[in-house]
């Protein structure tokens, strides 16, 4: 299914992404109230697009950066309602679902376009993905994470009491099996042979392996059958499977936002992701800011009580060198064909303010 800005009436997967890290800078040194004070004079544009209780839940933020996320987040919530329901800015309003989900009810429309959309937000980044004019309403739901924003603080407790303490603290969840996955299989490591490779206790190592600082001896057959060994930093190690944590747990929020339920959903540890991967990041950046496209994950499973899910599409993309975006959507009877297609970076100036200014 083909993603655009630009609105269309066709049944569509929207799923966008804006950057606020480089937007609205407030001057330096000034204490974190006074620099979300700050927002109302540089981001007086944006906010005016706001209606009063908008602004006021965005400006009640301790932090500059939290207050910039909700900013961006009521931008993008009215730009697909106002771009694809035919409604101006004005009458873009936003109201929740018996869950507690944002959802657009139209008023006053005879036919009007099924949309469900759902937002995310995490170190700077905000995800929108919508369904847009489907004959019945599509459920979508969509997680961003940083897998290094905590990265001292995780280390910290990492180096303390081991990786799979720290994967315990979060045991209530993620399903059993996926807490055992998290902890045990071992990840792939770039050293120039496949795991398959290893010999020995060499995989039992990477399984066992949960704590930094250390060096991991790994047997491993090589072309010729003859066996040859290779020291791998057990960092290394703790940081992929530190990824994959993030990857899982990015996963599983897409899924239980998708279903509106939240933190209410009773069948947290029913839900099962299994053989997920986290996707590479793209190499050779210059720049930790780059947000560049990297590796794409969609071959896992998803179980419910048991049994296969079949009617959920998930993906989960690299972006830059630590972020990844899911997106997940169920898949309405007959609608085989659905996918996810890449996310799309959105101009705050161009695709946003520009829009809603001229459909207020
Ligand atoms: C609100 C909640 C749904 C997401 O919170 P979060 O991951 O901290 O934050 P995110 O940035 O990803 O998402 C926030 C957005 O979720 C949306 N949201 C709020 N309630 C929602 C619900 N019931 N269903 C779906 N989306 C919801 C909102 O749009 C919100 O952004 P906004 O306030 O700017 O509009 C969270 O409280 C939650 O319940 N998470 C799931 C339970 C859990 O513990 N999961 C762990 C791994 S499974």
Redesign the pocket.
Known sequence: METSVNGSSSPTIIQWFLDTRPLWPVPGNLKPKEEVEGLKTVASRALSLLSESEQASVLKYYHLKDAK??LA??LL?HLVITKYCNVPWSQSTIS?DA????CFTPTNATKPVTMDF?????AGIVSLIASVGFDVKVDV?T??VCANERELHDYAHIEKQGFFDWVDMHGD??AESELHYMKLSPVLLDIGIPNEGLSGYAKDALSRCQWRNAKLNLKMTVANGQESSVQVESNIVVDKKLRRFYAM?CL??AY??MT????L?PW?KDLEITEAQAPNAATGFQDSTSLTRGEVVKDFKIFFKGRKVTDVKMELSALGPAYMIAGSLKIPKGSFNLSIGPWQELNLERDILTVAERSF
């Open positions: 996320m909700s987040s009521h919530k929740r869950n507690g989900k944002p759902n937002v995310s937000h995490q739901g997680d961003v969840v993620f747990w599983r929020e239980v936002k509106g339920e939240a933190l959903a947290l």
